[in-house]
């Protein structure tokens, strides 16, 4: 269940990205030594199926999203997940899992390469998923 209120650019559980193993191929350490997952090339899973792959993540804190390449699903767009979508990351599955449908991914306001990272898109995008999460919560 989403904590009240969502909060879209933060991790809903960051430990899921963490590990305490020794650093391994496509493993990031960042500047604290804390041992994370590069979850770039991970599958995304829907609450109803399969969506597309990590194109791009970013885990900085306040900020933190995934950029997934839908391929044909939704004719090769690209859509913006904030991080506080992903309900679970199965490391050894390599598989990302959001709690929004795909309906509601495809619904979300249209990606650009060139914006994404402004301040009024993520605004745009934030309130999409806070709406989404206050009308439809999972």
Known sequence: MQ???FTPWSWRDPASLTGTVVPADGD???EAGRIGVDLVGYRVEAIDGHIGSVDQASYDVGSAYLVVDTGPWIFGRKVLLPAGTVQNVDQAG???YVDRTKDQIKASPEYDKDTFETAMYREQVGAYYTGSYRDHPH
Do not use: A, E, L
């Open 3 to 5: 904590p009240t209120p």
């Open 94 to 96: 390599r598989k990302v």
């Open 28 to 30: 990031v350490v960042d």
